[in-house]
C-alpha cells in the first residue's frame, strides 16, 4: 500500500510519505543472501504490515528484505529530499532467554545497492513485547530510484525471541512542478446494462477535499473544468455516487488538457421486501378492497 500526503511546507514545498505496508504489496525475501526463520508475521495487531524473525537454542532467524518495486523520485516532484524515515519495532522474549545475537540494519538503498542512509544495533530500539515507534530524521538530496533494506542476524541460548518490524515509512520533501487547468469528461453507465447513468453524482478528490463535482446529464456526461494539473500528471480520486448502485473510488492520473474516463456502476442488490416497498400502499387497498368484497358476498 501506498500513502500520499501533500501538505504546504516552507518555501512552499510539499512532503510526500510512502508507508512501506502491507508487507506483500512492497517487499520481497533476498534469496540471493542466507536466510532463516524470517516471514510476513501473521500474529494479531502485527499482520499483514509486519515482518519477523525468530531465533533460539540451536537456530538463527536473518533474512535481508528488498522491495518489489522501487521508489522513482522523479515521479515525486524536482528537487527532492529524504526528510525522515520510521520504522515500528518490537522483542518478544520467552522466560530465561539468552540473546547472543541481535544485530538488525535499516537502509536506503541506490538503485544499484549503494547506501545513501543506515541505521543499524541499538539505534533501531525494541519495546518489550509493545511497538516503539523510531523515528530517524535524514534530510538529504535524493534522485532517481531508491530501494529500502530490512536486514537482521539473530540467535539466543537457552530459550526463543523473536524481533518484529512493521510500517517502515519513508518522508520526503519536493518542489512541485507548475500547474496547468485541465477539464475531465466522465460517462457512467450501467455494467449490467451498459446503458448510460443521468443524475450520478461525480467528484474530483484531493485526499478527501473536493477539486471539482457535477452531475451526469441524461446522456451520461459530465464535464468538470478547472482542475490544476501537472504536466507529468496529477493523481487524483475520482468518486461516483448514485442511489441504486454501489458507489465507486479509484485514483486517476490527470493531465493538463482534456481528460476523458469511463465508468461502470454496479447495480446494488436489493431485497425483495425493498423492491416492494413502493407497491405497499396499493397491495393494502387491493386487499383491503377484497376483504370487503368477499365479506359482502357471504352476507349475500
Not at 507529468?232 to 485514483?251: C, E, F
Not at 476523458?260 to 442488490?269: I, S
Request: glycine share 10%.
Amino acid at each position: 500500500m501506498l500513502s500520499f500526503e501533500a501538505r504546504p511546507l516552507e518555501g512552499g514545498r510539499k512532503q510526500a510519505t510512502f508507508v512501506l505496508a502491507p508487507i506483500g504489496d512492497w517487499w520481497y525475501l533476498d534469496e540471493s543472501r542466507p536466510f532463516e526463520n524470517t516471514g510476513i508475521c501473521n500474529m494479531a495487531g502485527h499482520a499483514p504490515n509486519c515482518i519477523y524473525y525468530s531465533g533460539g537454542w540451536y537456530w538463527r532467524g536473518r533474512g535481508a528484505w528488498r522491495l518489489k518495486n522501487l521508489i522513482d523520485t522523479s515521479k515525486i516532484g524536482s528537487d527532492v529530499r529524504l526528510e525522515e524515515v520510521y520504522v515500528d519495532a518490537m522483542g518478544i522474549y520467552d522466560w530465561g532467554c539468552v540473546v547472543m545475537r541481535n544485530d538488525r540494519s535499516l537502509a536506503v538503498l541506490t538503485e544499484e545497492g549503494v547506501p545513501i542512509w543506515k541505521v543499524e544495533g541499538d539505534r533501531i530500539l525494541l519495546g518489550d513485547r509493545q511497538w516503539v515507534r523510531n523515528k530517524y530524521v535524514v534530510g538529504l538530496p535524493v534522485s532517481g530510484r531508491l530501494d529500502v533494506e530490512l536486514w537482521s542476524d539473530m540467535y539466543a541460548l537457552i530459550a526463543a525471541f523473536s524481533t518484529h518490524y512493521a510500517n517502515v515509512t519513508l518522508v520526503f520533501s519536493y518542489v512541485p512542478s507548475e500547474t496547468q487547468p485541465a477539464a475531465v469528461r466522465v460517462y457512467i453507465y450501467d455494467l449490467a446494462t451498459a446503458r448510460a447513468v443521468p443524475n450520478a453524482r461525480v467528484g474530483v478528490l484531493e485526499g478527501t477535499t473536493p477539486v471539482a463535482e457535477g452531475y451526469t446529464g441524461w446522456d451520461g456526461w459530465v464535464e468538470l473544468k478547472g482542475i490544476p494539473a501537472e504536466e507529468k500528471g496529477t493523481v487524483y480520486a475520482l468518486s461516483v455516487a448514485k442511489s441504486g448502485y454501489h458507489p465507486y473510488l479509484s485514483s486517476v492520473t490527470v493531465y493538463p488538457g482534456a481528460n476523458e474516463f469511463r465508468v461502470g456502476l454496479q447495480p446494488a442488490q436489493v431485497s425483495w421486501w425493498e423492491a416492494a416497498k413502493p407497491y405497499l400502499p396499493y397491495a393494502t387497498v387491493a386487499a383491503a378492497a377484497g376483504a370487503a368484497a368477499y365479506l359482502l358476498a357471504r352476507r349475500r
